[in-house]
């Protein structure tokens, strides 16, 4: 079973990535990308679903034209995990 996170790892994911919000209800993290078109933001989704397949980690999101909103949470553990820091350690390399 993978692990949740205790408060101090999860204070630590917070603050590693400043640019992510707390989601205290579900214990997930969230991101809104922004970029210059629906191009940029579908292309920008297309390489996070390389990696998160890869990973087998896959990110709630949606998209709304230039517009990207990701959601990171570990179902399997009700909540964050390692999982999601590494998923979002790699996102971050993409911007």
Do not use: C
Request: no cysteine.
């Amino acid at each position: 079973m993978i692990q949740k996170l205790d408060d101090a790892a999860r204070a630590a994911l917070l603050a590693r990535f400043p640019d992510w919000a707390h989601e205290p209800v579900r214990d997930a993290i969230t991101r809104q990308f922004k970029f210059a078109d629906f191009a940029q933001a579908f292309g920008f989704m297309a390489s996070v679903a390389i990696i998160a397949e890869k990973m087998d980690h896959h990110p709630e999101w949606s998209n709304v034209y230039n517009r990207v909103d990701i959601l990171l949470t570990t179902h399997d553990a009700d909540g964050l995990s390692e999982r999601d820091s590494r998923l979002a350690e790699a996102i971050e390399a993409l911007v």
